[in-house]
């Protein structure tokens, strides 16, 4: 079955860290530029960070750079989002997608853009 498992959520204090990866079944890959978006209530989807299919390109919102780190390990069929300096406003539901690039330095930031989602994992940030 092709699909992408999230898993790292859970409870941290403001200025802790946590890392998220997202696994990827039955489908090669390295051919799929990797995002990371999150939802907190009431809000819209929104872009947190994307990676290439090679992982030679990376962009990430404004909101978050300096304190995450999006990067992929093909062989392993998994990406990471690592989540330093967590804040409060940081806190949302978490997802992970994929699409289909025939490129390697191809990135995509928009939701309607990807093709497989996750299921999502909780991110709590305390104050």
């Known amino acids: 079955q092709v699909q992408l498992v999230e898993s790292g959520g859970g409870l941290v204090q403001a200025g802790g860290s946590l890392r998220l990866s997202c696994a990827a079944s039955e489908l090669t890959f390295s051919n799929f530029v990797n995002g990371w978006f999150r939802q907190a209530p009431g809000k819209e989807r929104e872009f947190v960070a994307t990676i290439s299919r090679n992982g030679d390109t990376t962009v990430y919102a404004d909101s978050v750079k300096g304190r995450f780190t999006i990067s992929r390990d093909n062989a392993k069929n998994t990406a990471y989002l690592q989540m330093s300096t967590l804040k409060p406003e940081d806190t949302a539901v978490y997802y992970c997608?994929?699409?289909?690039?025939?490129?390697?330095?191809?990135?995509?930031?928009?939701?309607?853009?990807?093709?497989?989602w996750g299921q999502g994992t909780q991110v709590t940030v305390s104050s």
């Open positions: 997608a994929v699409r289909s690039a025939s490129y390697n330095n191809i990135i995509f930031w928009k939701p309607g853009d990807y093709q497989l």
